[in-house]
C-alpha cells in the first residue's frame, strides 16, 4: 500500500496570509490526526478526525481548523499566519477507529515557513 | 490530560555499546506505547511498540520495557550502529470514548560514534 502522502512539501508565506496542507491517509484508514513539530516542543496534537468530524483537539488558537472529506483525505487550514506558526506539519492515519492500540502512520510532513 | 516525559534529551554511546532512552506517562488509562524513529528530514517511522498487557518486547536489536505500576517505559538498542543515529520518540496513547490520541515525548537525539 501507498504511505501516508502530504501536499505541498514546502510552503513559504508571509505574516497574515493563510495556508491549507493536505494529507491523503493510507488506503482503508479513516483517522487522520494532525501534529505540529517544532526543535523546541517536539510534536504537539494538533486534532484527530474521523468519518469527517473533528474527534480530539489539542491546544491550539482557533487560527488553526481542519476538516475531512468523505475519503478521509484531510486538510488543515490556518489563518492569519504568525512567525511562530514556522515548523513542520505531519499527519498520521490509522486503521481502526477509537481503539486505543492503533497504530499511527505519518506522512513526510508540510515544512512552512512564515516570513 | 497525559503527560509523557522522555529522557535523556540527547545521547552519545559507542559504536557497538548499548542505549537507553525512558519514558514516563502519568495517565494510568493508557495502554499502547509505540516507539518513534526520526531521521533528519525524514518522517517519524515506527520501530517498535508494545501494550499494557506485555511487560517486554524485542525485535533483533531493538527492545522495549513496560512497566505499568512504576508508569514508565524504556527503549533499548544494543550493539548500536551509526546508522541507529536519529531522534527517537515515545508515545502513550489514551483512549476517549470520542477516539484515541496520541501523546509524545519531547524526544532524544541520539548520536553514535564510530
Partial sequence: KAGVTQTPRYLIKTRGQQVTLSCSPISGHRSVSWYQQTPGQGLQFLFEYFSETQRNKGNFPGRFSGRQFSNSRSEMNVSTLELGDSALYLCASSPSPGQSTDTQYFGPGTRLTVL | ?114
Avoid at chain 2, 518513534?36 to 515506527?46: I, M, S, V, W
Fill in chain 2, 1 to 114: 490530560g497525559e503527560n509523557v516525559e522522555q529522557h535523556p534529551s540527547t545521547l552519545s554511546v559507542q559504536e557497538g555499546d548499548s542505549a537507553v532512552i525512558k519514558c514516563t506517562y502519568s495517565d494510568s488509562a493508557s495502554n499502547y506505547f509505540p516507539w518513534y524513529k526520526q531521521e533528519l528530514g525524514k518522517r517519524p517511522q515506527l520501530i517498535i511498540d508494545i501494550r499494557s498487557n506485555v511487560g517486554e518486547k524485542k525485535d533483533q536489536r531493538i527492545a522495549v520495557t513496560l512497566n505499568k505500576t512504576a508508569k514508565h517505559f524504556s527503549l533499548h538498542i544494543t550493539e548500536t550502529q551509526p546508522e541507529d543515529s536519529a531522534v527517537y520518540f515515545c508515545a502513550a496513547s489514551t483512549f476517549f470514548s470520542t477516539g484515541n490520541q496520541f501523546y509524545f515525548g519531547t524526544g532524544t537525539s541520539l548520536t553514535v560514534i564510530p
